[in-house]
């Protein structure tokens, strides 16, 4: 069973994830075994990559973990 972030932050999170995707983000998450990661197939426009490195790269890493989480999923077409 996968762990969903508490609702606080998994709003905030959520917020995040598709202010990214709204502005062209292309990233997917890959999520197995409960471990989260990103794949990066095609480059970003420059509003979602700007928004990426400025906004979520910073983010400690349980909180970018939270906003991966509610990418795109690589398992879903």
């Given at each position: 069973m996968t762990e969903q972030p508490d609702c606080?932050?998994?709003?905030?999170?959520?917020?995040?994830?598709?202010?990214?995707?709204?502005?062209?983000?292309?990233?997917?998450?890959?999520?197995?075994?409960?471990?989260?990661?990103?794949?990066?197939?095609?480059?970003?426009?420059?509003?979602?990559?700007?928004?990426?490195?400025?906004?979520?790269?910073p983010l400690d890493e349980e909180r970018r973990?939270?906003?991966?989480?509610?990418?795109?999923s690589i398992n879903n077409p």
């Amino acid at each position: 069973m996968t762990e969903q972030p508490d609702c606080e932050n998994k709003t905030e999170a959520r917020k995040l994830a598709e202010e990214y995707m709204l502005l062209g983000g292309r990233r997917k998450s890959k999520i197995d075994d409960n471990i989260t990661d990103v794949r990066k197939w095609e480059d970003d426009p420059p509003e979602a990559e700007s928004f990426w490195t400025g906004q979520i790269d910073p983010l400690d890493e349980e909180r970018r973990k939270e906003v991966e989480f509610f990418l795109p999923s690589i398992n879903n077409p």
